[in-house]
């Protein structure tokens, strides 16, 4: 399925033979072979060294087993909001590793590089989920 994975800043701007960054410390990997899957296409860049660190984007693609995120579309994303204030809600993709915690307390995971607290107090959906280890999740936060 092709959908948006991750939207963030880019928090690594070079990779293996210019073919991947990261975002939110998730690496993220350029497609220019038809025939491993859709080649990436940009919007607000033409190519992925039109990206610098910081830069805020939204990646669609597909989780391969790895964690990594195989592009099918990255888009810039504007830095700042209407108020001129910087974004700070990010969204990522993967696999969940790490899971610590009962549920009814802050349980901290990491996904895809980037390490996760969820106080007790937030919800997972849908409910009645609980979370494990190897579980696909989206998470949404700050």
């Known amino acids: 399925m092709i959908s948006s994975e991750i939207t963030g800043p880019v928090t690594q701007v070079s990779g293996v033979n210019g073919?991947?960054?990261?975002?939110v410390n998730?690496?993220?990997?350029?497609?220019?072979?038809?025939?491993?899957?859709?080649?990436?296409?940009?919007?607000?860049?033409?190519?992925?060294?039109?990206?610098?660190?910081?830069?805020?984007?939204?990646?669609?693609?597909?989780?391969?087993?790895?964690?990594?995120?195989?592009?099918?579309?990255?888009?810039?994303?504007?830095?700042?909001?209407?108020?001129?204030?910087?974004?700070?809600?990010?969204?990522?993709?993967?696999?969940?590793?790490?899971?610590?915690?009962e549920p009814g307390s802050t349980r901290t995971f990491t996904v895809g590089g980037t390490q996760v607290s969820l106080p007790a107090d937030r919800p997972v959906t849908p409910t009645p989920a609980t979370l494990s280890n190897g579980q696909r999740v989206k998470v949404f936060g700050t």
């Open 26 to 101: 998730q690496v993220v990997n350029i497609n220019t072979d038809p025939a491993i899957g859709p080649v990436t296409v940009f919007e607000g860049a033409s190519a992925l060294s039109d990206f610098a660190l910081g830069d805020r984007v939204e990646v669609h693609g597909d989780v391969r087993t790895d964690g990594a995120i195989l592009a099918s579309r990255i888009e810039r994303k504007p830095n700042l909001d209407a108020n001129n204030q910087p974004i700070a809600l990010v969204k990522i993709s993967g696999l969940i590793s790490a899971l610590n915690g």
């Open 19 to 23: 073919t991947s960054f990261r975002v």
